[in-house]
C-alpha cells in the first residue's frame, strides 16, 4: 500500500499564490507517476497536473501557465505550486500515485478556497 498526505491548503483571495504538497510513504517502489486531482461542489474529478518518473509532466488547459507541478525524489514528495489562483480553482485536491496496471492511490484531499 502507499500511503498520501497532503497538506498546503487553504483560503486565498484572487491573484494570490499556494503551494500543495504530498508526501509518499509505503511501498513507493514502481510508482511510475504523481499528479494532482481537483473536485468542486456538483462537478467531477479532474485533474490537474501530472509528473511522471522520467519527469514529463501534463496539465489541465485551464492551469497551464499559473500552475506547475514539480517533485523531490529524495523525500518522496510533489508538490502543486499555484499562482494567479482564480475563484474558479476553489475545490477539494487530492494527490494521486500510480503504478501499472491501473493502480490509483490517493490522498485524503485538502481544501483550496480562492475568494474574489
Known amino acids: 500500500q502507499v500511503q498520501l498526505v497532503e497538506s498546503g491548503g487553504g483560503l486565498v483571495q484572487a491573484g494570490g499564490s499556494l503551494r500543495l504538497s504530498c508526501a509518499a510513504s509505503?511501498?513507493?517502489?514502481?510508482?511510475?507517476?504523481m499528479g494532482w486531482y481537483r473536485q468542486a461542489p456538483g462537478k467531477q474529478r479532474e485533474l490537474v497536473a501530472l509528473?511522471?518518473?522520467?519527469?514529463?509532466?501534463t496539465y489541465a488547459d485551464s492551469v497551464k501557465g499559473r500552475f506547475t507541478i514539480s517533485r523531490d525524489n529524495a523525500k518522496n514528495t510533489v508538490y502543486l505550486q499555484m499562482n494567479g489562483l482564480k475563484p474558479e480553482d476553489t475545490a477539494v485536491y487530492f494527490c494521486?500515485?500510480?503504478?501499472?496496471?491501473?493502480?490509483?492511490?490517493w490522498g485524503q484531499g485538502t481544501q483550496v478556497t480562492v475568494s474574489s
Open positions: 509528473i511522471t518518473s522520467g519527469g514529463s509532466t
Open positions: 509505503g511501498s513507493i517502489f514502481s510508482i511510475n507517476a
Open positions: 494521486n500515485a500510480r503504478k501499472p496496471g491501473w493502480i490509483h492511490y
